[in-house]
């Protein structure tokens, strides 16, 4: 499968790098791909320079978000939230009806941390996508833990936990939990339609206590329900 | 130890009934003892009515707001979210300093189903609750799973899962943590402060998610982090 990545920071970098291990041809998006190049600091989060990732990840090909978005047959939004819904409008007629997985929080850092939601309870990022960009197949998934474990839930328990999705169409959910159980999930959970974005993203204030509280990203949640009878 | 329980629907008997089989005193608070104990009809969540209850809980005692607060050393809200704060404040003086174990979720049905969240992102109904009574020693509880697991996590899974407190005075959530142990919780987790309520309460849009996919209540999760060291 070919697979566009728009954003090029840790979840866009860990989920092109496990994606080519598995074979895919992926093509990560940018805003500008001479600036992304050229940048020799950590980026605001702290990862390496994008260049310094590249060179051990050559097969790896970077190009504008439109060229990107035309080269992918599947597209994972792995933007910042905050700009998430600006760029996807930039780029809907080449999103057009192809799936696209929406993996980005709406994390707002303006007000201290820990950051606080720009949008939920009422809606989700994973809605105001979809509303967007109507023909798209938007599938929310992966957001609830950290990218690292998003690529690899071996990293915990021996796979031993969930993940989720959120999504308006059936076939749509049916490929991402492909993906999903191609990167070692057992068993991701449908939550329901994109509306149950508001349920993944609500997740976020819950996950940034524990995260500060484990002062370890690296952790999930297994749900513990009796079996169905 | 002596408990008083505010509210008397599924969550505030199921507390009721655990902590009298644990060999605690508790009085149950009502707005109208004579109206809860003449209603004959099932609550507005289909629970029976608080009579027929009580007849199989003959050792728990009821009264009103202010008298059963009186009398229990330890607190329990287990109110209606939309109801609490008032309720609280107005039973505020006989609270004083006594640790209040806020059990109530800022659920708002009056948008629909799912219900939404009347208070979250900046705020949570355990700050508004501290904030209400400044002196009450407020921990967050029990908040993030259904009544019967709450008391009896062996329900599921052995007890292998988890519950979390929030609140600002170490002593109190210390004493809400030997609560949790002896209903068989074996490791609770401290979120932080009060403020960490809001993740504790924002969880309930997945969680209710969850429960409309599994079409039961009796789930919770279990925190899966490597090992400290």
Same mark, same amino acid.
Request: aromatic fraction near 6%; proline fraction near 6%.
């Given at each position: ?16 790098? $496990? ?31 994008? #260049?310094? @990732? ?49 993996? #980005? ?51 915990? #328990? ?26 070692? @999930? ?11 974005? $508001? ?7 819950? @996950? ?22």
């Amino acid at each position: 499968m070919k697979y566009a990545i728009l954003g090029t920071g840790m979840v866009g970098r860990a989920h092109a790098a $496990r994606l080519t291990e598995l074979g895919h041809a992926v093509t990560m998006g940018t805003q500008d791909v001479a600036k992304t190049m050229a940048s020799t600091r950590p980026d605001g989060m702290g990862n390496p320079p994008f #260049s310094q @990732w590249h060179q051990a990840n050559p097969a790896v090909k970077l190009a504008a978000f439109a060229d990107a978005t035309d080269q992918g047959e599947v597209i994972i939004n792995a933007l910042a939230g905050h700009v998430a819904v600006e760029v996807l409008k930039k780029i809907g007629e080449g999103i057009g009806r192809k799936v696209l997985i929406d993996i #980005s929080n709406p994390l707002d850092f303006s007000k201290g941390l820990p950051p606080t939601l720009s949008v939920c309870n009422t809606s989700s990022l994973g809605e105001q996508i979809q509303q967007a960009l109507p023909q798209a197949k938007v599938v929310k998934a992966f957001n609830t833990t950290t990218a690292a474990v998003q690529v690899n839930p071996q990293l915990l #328990s021996n796979g031993e936990h969930d993940i989720f999705v959120s999504g308006n169409d059936a076939g749509a959910k049916a490929t991402v939990v492909a993906l999903q159980k191609s990167y070692g @999930w057992q068993n991701p959970f449908d939550l329901g339609d994109i509306t149950s974005a $508001r349920g993944a993203e609500m997740f976020l204030p819950l @996950w940034l206590r524990i995260f500060a509280a484990l002062d370890n990203p690296l952790f999930n949640i297994k749900l513990i329900a009796p079996a169905k009878t």
